[in-house]
């Protein structure tokens, strides 16, 4: 079979091996630093129902309570599953809920309605001003180890997973690439490694990757910043009810909560600093759903660069979709052998896998169907 | 903002490269708030792209990025730089793991004896709420024992004897014995035999150690007092 070169050991690329050793290619994954090192790992951890994105992205909204259950039934050890909570605390957000429910309903999400004395039974530590909750399937997942789950797969089902390997260039010959060239960065030995197709994975630093081969890509790297408090201050999932905004979620996750989040648009994804604003404006702002994040002891404060598509025209960043695209190469720019995967995020990393490994199984002009809908993962733990 | 500059001592190995292990001294400059795993990342940016070390959450949930810093065995993630007063601060990779590069460690040892039949998940504690939301039964969260190895690489037991269930091991299995009765049998005679509580120590280090407070000595006596009335 065919032999498929991933670049980028992040959530996208753990989910894609583990498709592609599944339908019989031969998989080989390469990452600069430690697997999940990027992006993946230090997400917040909400496993979306999709409620977020009913109103203004439905399709998104679609994938993520079809992924949702997926990803319960196939990595249960990786979840905590306790549901989440949409929380009106004024008229503009009551005023918001009918269009809410009418959406995630359309979109399959279930919701359920709640009146402030049923929402604060669930969870005491809600605003008591509190006008009116949504329960829906959000849950939490250990960032980590649920990607951890496919690497840990893939690789018992023959991938192999290069970390601490960097791509330093490609080589290529009429028009195609034709193979990489990695730094390994525990001998500091420079190789080829020829491949039949290849696939940048590198999320946020998937532009890099296109330099390397002399192309353009249109990432635009979306930094995040994350506030993590001590205290688990409630069990489920707090989410305010209103149009996607800055500071609207609330995960619980272990002992702790994490309240994210913000957005800016950055050049370069290596390059970012925590704004020293952020994290008050978090803190201030969760404060609003559940008041004791506020007595709360700080616990860390860090920066995630989301991978969005980049936009002709200036636009609010909270309104860029959060949906993904595969990008074949030969399409746009040419040059055969290379697909980029643009944009998405960590609720749907397998569906991302199965519409590349698709294009994959079209490009090599193969009739293999996905197995990852059913397929339970093997234990995180295995990997090692 | 004040900037200080501070010296990062790293025990740099790599194989046939750096080796046998020497420190390398990295000057950076370092913003009040700054964790050691972000100058180790302002390191990599600027000055050795090649330098390795692991890490994943940046919030002390994955358990990728425990090293000893100035002797101590910590998360690299939520130690602050300002927090150890020091302008030089040294840091190494675990002991008793095999070394793969840097700060980096095997640390699949450590799963040898956690078996991925013991649950992950267990009963959230201290629940305040009078009800629950409709299909849910029980709130669960993860375990607090993120895996990062700072208990075994702590313990002078485990150095001692190889064969040492080990402190994360039978912290895990006393969890599991608590969460799984029908298992009490199974986990009892592992925690009971040559290479289980028996050998510990008692030195403690394991929760001196400790970055989510599983307090994996406690769990060490539990055992020991169950295995003691059988």
Same mark, same amino acid.
């Given at each position: 079979?065919? #032999? %498929? ?38 997400? #917040? ?29 196939? &990595? ?15 008229? /503009? ?5 009918? !269009? ?9 999400? =279930? ?9 604060? /039974?669930? $969870? ?24 951890? #789950? ?15 390997? $960097? @791509? %330093? ?19 500091? *030995? ?47 999932? %707090? ?19 994490? !309240? ?23 803190? $201030? ?43 074949? #190469? ?25 519409? @590349?490994?698709?294009?994959?199984? *079209? ?22 | ?13 790599? =194989? ?6 020497? +420190?390398?001294?990295?000057?950076? $400059? ?110 669960? *969260? +993860?375990?607090?024992? %993120? ?16 064969? +040492?269930?080990? =402190? ?34 008692? &030195? ?12 994996? /000595? ?13």
């Amino acid at each position: 079979m065919e #032999h %498929i070169i991933i670049i980028g050991g992040g959530g996208t690329g753990a989910a894609i091996a583990h498709d592609l050793v599944l339908r019989g290619f031969e998989v080989s994954l390469f990452e600069r630093g430690e697997l999940l090192s990027g992006t993946t790992g230090r997400h #917040h951890g909400l496993l979306h129902s999709g409620a977020r994105y009913a109103v203004h992205d439905p399709a998104a909204a679609r994938e993520c309570i079809s992924e949702n259950k997926i990803l319960r039934r196939i &990595a249960p050890q990786a979840i905590e599953q306790n549901d989440g909570l949409f929380v009106a605390l004024d008229e /503009a957000d009551l005023d918001y809920k009918p !269009l809410f429910l009418e959406n995630c309903r359309a979109c399959g999400i =279930p919701a359920r309605e709640l009146t402030a004395e049923q929402a604060l /039974a669930l $969870e005491p530590e809600l605003n008591p001003s509190l006008k009116a909750a949504v329960q829906v399937p959000d849950a939490t997942m250990d960032a980590w180890r649920l990607p951890l #789950h496919f690497y840990a797969t893939a690789r018992a089902n023959g991938a192999r997973i290069h970390n601490f390997s $960097e @791509i %330093i260039g490609f080589s290529q010959a009429e028009g195609a690439v034709t193979g990489i060239r990695v730094l390994d960065h525990q001998s500091h *030995r420079e190789y080829d490694v020829r491949g039949d197709l290849f696939v940048n994975a590198a999320g946020a630093w998937a532009g890099k990757i296109c330099d390397l081969a002399g192309i353009q890509l249109p990432i635009q790297p979306g930094p995040g910043v994350m506030v993590a408090v001590n205290d688990r201050l409630t069990n489920m999932v %707090i989410n305010r009810l209103h149009k996607a905004g800055e500071g609207d979620i609330i995960v619980p996750q272990r002992k702790l909560t994490i !309240l994210g989040t913000s957005i800016w648009l950055a050049d370069d994804p290596d390059a970012v600093e925590l704004p020293k604003d952020h994290g008050p404006r978090l803190i $201030e702002l969760g404060a609003k759903l559940v008041p004791a994040v506020k007595k709360a002891e700080i616990h860390s404060m860090w920066c995630a660069v989301r991978p969005l598509i980049a936009q002709a025209e200036a636009k609010d960043p909270q309104e860029i979709s959060r949906d993904f695209d595969c990008c074949d #190469h030969k399409q746009r720019d040419n040059l055969e052998g290379l697909i980029s995967v643009i944009g998405g995020k960590a609720t749907t990393l397998r569906l991302m896998a199965e519409k @590349i490994a698709d294009l994959i199984c *079209r490009k090599t002009g193969r009739n293999i169907a996905c197995k990852t809908k059913t397929k339970k993962l093997l234990h995180y733990r295995m990997f090692y | 903002m004040s900037i200080k500059k501070i010296t990062f001592r790293i025990l740099r190995y790599k =194989p046939g490269l750096i080796d046998p292990p020497q +420190f390398q001294n990295f000057s950076i $400059e370092v913003k009040p708030d700054m964790t050691i795993l972000d100058g180790l990342e302002k390191i990599r940016l600027e000055q050795d792209t090649t330098l390795m070390y692991r890490h994943s959450c940046h919030h002390s949930s994955c358990g990728t990025c425990a090293c000893k810093i100035n002797g101590t065995e910590s998360l690299a993630c939520t130690t602050k730089i300002k927090d150890l007063k020091s302008i030089s601060i040294t840091l190494a990779p675990l002991d008793g793991f095999r070394p793969i590069g840097d700060l980096v460690v095997d640390i699949s040892p450590l799963f040898t004896n956690i078996s991925e039949d013991w649950s992950y998940l267990k009963n959230s504690e201290n629940v305040k709420s009078s009800q629950m939301p409709e299909g849910i039964k029980e709130f669960k *969260r +993860f375990e607090n024992c %993120i895996e990062c190895g700072a208990c075994v690489s702590a313990c002078p037991v485990t150095h001692k004897n190889k064969g +040492f269930l080990g =402190p994360a091991a039978l912290a895990a299995l006393s969890n599991e014995l608590k969460k799984s009765p029908p298992k009490a049998e199974d986990l009892l005679s592992m925690a009971g035999n040559k290479n289980g509580e028996r050998l510990c120590e008692r &030195a403690l280090n394991c929760s001196r150690v400790c970055p989510t407070g599983v307090y994996p /000595a406690r769990h060490i006596s539990d055992l020991h007092r169950v295995l003691k009335q059988k």
